[in-house]
């Protein structure tokens, strides 16, 4: 009984009101009245601390995603008085590709960085590099009609080192940092009629050859004399990227330019395509392909004749495989 009387106190004082006990409350005339068992009582219940619920905020969702892929692909094959004969080898690919996009309602803004290099090195013979590749996109859009936006696109592409050929009179440059490198802006329009495909129509774009190597310029369409060319014309660009499975995800990208400066007949395509297979968390198998058609672009065959050609490239990679962020492979 001592015990309920005790809490019961505890809880009437507890829920008196506030003016009842004052931080005077010893010199108060009704804190005075009270017996010494109260007065007791009436301390502890000021005392005691009275737990609150604990109010959780939810925090403000952004704008903006982000995430990164991370491949790499190595393989290594050593030869010791091998009869059939060969040479010992390594072999490595890396892949990085990165985007940063923000999206409200009627406005996006996306960002994409692909980075790739790769090198084979064949001991005995020479060390030769198989990838090299620098892109960067970013494209701007802002809601016209229903799923169609007024955009402005912009794009740069280069390499990160030399590249050569082996031709039995020696090596040959072939290529290198911005030799060359490609810019371009386009304004137009972008339709997407789903989250996976974005068709994008820019009747006014301009690109800038620039190609800083002089020997290397007239093979890719630069005078001798000629650091950097303009370029304008229209461009078709048409982005597709799904997960059709849980393990199996497509990437494409196909860009068609029209250079009304120069021969808009000719229709220069750059076509790149990439296929990842998820074996587990951390390895894939995977294909990207790159297929190329510039008729300013000349290429010799094997008896050393330059013409324009198709140009395709396909690297088969399964190796380490991680993913940073919100990228969905």
Same mark, same amino acid.
């Given at each position: 009984?001592?015990?309920?009387?005790?809490?019961?106190?505890?809880?009437?004082?507890?829920?008196?009101?506030?003016?009842?006990?004052?931080?005077?409350?010893?010199?108060s005339?009704?804190?005075q009245?009270?017996?010494?068992?109260?007065?007791?009582?009436v301390? !502890?219940?000021?005392?005691?601390?009275?737990?609150?619920?604990?109010?959780?905020?939810?925090?403000?969702?952004?704008?903006?995603?982000?995430?990164?892929?991370?491949?790499?692909?190595?393989?290594?094959?050593?030869?010791?008085?091998?009869?059939?004969?060969?040479?010992?080898?390594?072999?490595?690919?890396?892949?990085?590709?990165?985007?940063?996009?923000?999206?409200?309602?009627?406005?996006?803004?996306?960002?994409?960085?692909?980075?790739?290099? $790769?090198?084979?090195?064949?001991?005995?013979?020479?060390?030769?590099?198989? *990838?090299?590749?620098?892109?960067?996109?970013?494209?701007?859009?802002?809601?016209?009609?229903?799923?169609?936006?007024?955009?402005?696109?912009?794009?740069?592409?280069?390499?990160?080192?030399?590249?050569?050929?082996?031709?039995?009179?020696?090596?040959?440059?072939?290529?290198?940092?911005?030799?060359?490198?490609?810019?371009?802006? $386009?304004?137009?329009?972008?339709?997407?009629?789903?989250?996976?495909?974005?068709?994008?129509?820019?009747?006014?774009?301009?690109?800038?050859?620039?190609?800083?190597?002089?020997?290397?310029?007239?093979?890719?369409?630069?005078?001798?004399?000629?650091?950097?060319?303009?370029e304008?014309?229209a461009?078709?660009? !048409?982005?597709?990227k799904?997960?059709?499975?849980?393990?199996?995800?497509?990437?494409?990208?196909? !860009?068609?330019?029209?250079?009304?400066?120069?021969?808009?007949?000719?229709?220069?395509?750059?076509?790149?395509?990439?296929?990842?297979?998820? !074996?587990?968390?951390?390895?894939s198998?995977?294909?990207?392909?790159?297929?190329?058609?510039?008729?300013?672009?000349?290429?010799? *065959?094997?008896?050393?004749?330059?013409?324009?050609?198709?140009?395709?490239?396909?690297?088969?990679?399964?190796?380490?495989?991680?993913?940073?962020?919100?990228f969905?492979?």
């Amino acid at each position: 009984m001592r015990k309920l009387f005790v809490i019961a106190a505890i809880t009437l004082i507890s829920a008196a009101p506030s003016s009842l006990f004052s931080q005077n409350e010893n010199t108060s005339k009704e804190y005075q009245i009270l017996s010494e068992n109260h007065k007791m009582l009436v301390d !502890i219940a000021l005392k005691a601390k009275i737990p609150q619920p604990e109010v959780k905020i939810a925090p403000v969702p952004s704008n903006w995603s982000k995430g990164s892929l991370l491949q790499l692909g190595f393989s290594q094959m050593s030869l010791s008085n091998w009869a059939a004969g060969g040479y010992s080898s390594v072999a490595l690919n890396a892949y990085v590709n990165m985007f940063k996009t923000y999206e409200v309602k009627d406005m996006f803004w996306e960002n994409r960085l692909q980075l790739a290099w $790769g090198f084979i090195n064949s001991f005995g013979d020479k060390f030769k590099k198989s *990838d090299d590749k620098i892109i960067f996109d970013s494209k701007y859009g802002y809601r016209a009609w229903n799923k169609v936006f007024a955009s402005a696109a912009f794009n740069f592409r280069s390499q990160f080192s030399n590249s050569f050929n082996y031709p039995s009179s020696g090596k040959v440059l072939v290529s290198g940092p911005f030799s060359p490198a490609y810019f371009s802006f $386009g304004i137009g329009l972008d339709y997407k009629p789903a989250k996976v495909l974005s068709i994008n129509f820019s009747p006014l774009t301009s690109n800038l050859v620039i190609v800083t190597k002089e020997e290397l310029r007239v093979k890719y369409g630069n005078r001798v004399d000629q650091p950097a060319k303009l370029e304008l014309g229209a461009q078709l660009k !048409i982005d597709y990227k799904q997960q059709l499975s849980k393990n199996l995800a497509v990437a494409s990208n196909l !860009i068609l330019f029209s250079d009304f400066l120069k021969n808009p007949q000719n229709i220069k395509v750059n076509w790149d395509l990439f296929i990842d297979a998820k !074996i587990n968390k951390y390895f894939s198998t995977n294909i990207r392909t790159n297929l190329i058609y510039d008729d300013n672009i000349l290429i010799p *065959d094997k008896d050393g004749v330059l013409d324009k050609r198709v140009q395709f490239k396909e690297i088969l990679s399964v190796g380490f495989s991680y993913t940073f962020g919100q990228f969905k492979k």
